[in-house]
């Protein structure tokens, strides 16, 4: 039920929070997809029937939820973000 964030530096990848926790999603997390700006993540949480939304921090990477998950029907195994 998270999201794991990364910093790429020189070839070298680094997680941004030492517990490995970028973000708290909905149960089993199967699917993400990024807006076209980079400004948004989002998470198909199959788990829980739901998709979660985050803001990006363009500075940092940091994640902060942006509202409620969304609910999906039962079934929905993938997520396209523009």
């Known amino acids: 039920g ?9 070839g070298q990848a680094e997680l941004l ?3 490995g926790k ?3 999603t909905g149960a089993a997390p199967t699917d993400e ?9 989002y998470t198909l949480n199959g788990g829980s029937h739901t998709i979660s939304s985050f803001g990006v921090s363009q ?3 940091e994640l902060t939820a942006a509202g ?14 523009k």
Not at 2 to 10: K, M
């Open 59 to 61: 500075a940092t990477g």
């Open 22 to 24: 970028s973000a708290v």
């Open 33 to 41: 997809a990024i807006s076209q700006n980079s400004q948004f993540l």
């Open 2 to 10: 998270s999201v794991s964030g990364y910093s790429v530096r020189q």
């Open 68 to 81: 409620a998950p969304a609910s999906v029907p039962v079934g929905v195994v993938g997520i396209a973000a």
């Open 17 to 19: 929070k030492a517990d």
